[in-house]
Every structure is written in C-alpha cells, then in structure tokens.
C-alpha cells in the first residue's frame, strides 16, 4: 500500500451503519458515553468528531501537503500503516483531545463554583441590610 492510494474501507469500520454515540452524530462511529477514536474509525469521521483532530494528524504530517494527502476514506489504522506511524500513537495523541477537553471544563467548573462562593460570601448584596431607624 502507497500512501496515496485508495483503500476499502472494511465494512466493519463504516460509521454510517453505527448508532448515534454520545456525540449526537450518526458518522462517528461512537456508541459509548464517552467518545474515543478507534483505528477503525475513518479519517472523515474522526475529522468530524473532534474540531482539533485534523491538527493532530497535522502534528505526524499527515494529509498537510499536496503529495501526501490523506483520503478520508481511509482508517486510521490503514493512514498509521502507510506512513509508519504506530497506530497506538496516533489514537493515543487523538484521544488526548477529550482528556484535554474533559481538564478544560472541570477547571472551569471550579473556577466558576470557587467565584459563585466567594460572591456569595464576601459582597454587600449576600448581607442582610440593616434596618433603618
């Protein structure tokens, strides 16, 4: 296999037939609660998954320039294949987007609850007025 060359996606890895996961879309090809990218999931829907995800197959030089573009009808695995790219690395950098993500919101979450308090305890409107004599 050539890089360049179209495969056939084994029916096994077509997201279309699988259910709408968690993510609210019928191509991911996710169905547990939590999404992850599997090396059966096609470069077109792993694309569709994630927004960053088309910068982490940026970060191994996959598909970025004319002569070696990437089909999007390829498997993951069949792309790693084909460049020399350990398959494990590459679902390991693309899942690494939800942990990012997952960080991103707890510390949100937080920082939110931590001003909720703090506004909570320490503003006039959170104390009771005195009465007027």
């Known amino acids: 296999m050539t890089p360049n060359s179209p495969n056939p ?4 890895a077509t997201p279309a037939t699988a259910p709408a996961g968690s993510c609210g879309t019928s191509d991911c090809g996710c169905s547990s609660a939590e999404k992850r990218f599997t ?18 197959f940026m970060g191994f030089h996959l598909g970025g320039c004319s002569h070696c573009s990437i089909s999007e009808e390829e ?33 949100a979450k937080a920082a939110q609850a931590k001003a909720a308090a703090t506004t909570a305890v320490g503003t006039p409107e959170a104390v009771a007025p005195a009465p007027k004599a």
């Not at 996606?9 to 096994?12: E, I, K, M, R």
């Not at 096609?42 to 998954?49: K, V």
């Not at 069949?78 to 993500?101: E, H, W």
């Open 9 to 12: 996606v084994p029916a096994s």
């Open 39 to 56: 090396k059966e999931l096609t470069i077109g829907s792993a694309m569709r998954m994630h927004p960053r995800a088309a910068e982490v």
């Open 75 to 107: 498997t993951i695995e069949q792309v790693s294949a084909g460049y020399g790219i350990p398959v494990d690395m590459l679902i390991n950098a693309l899942n690494s987007l939800y942990d990012y993500d997952k960080k991103r919101a707890e510390a």
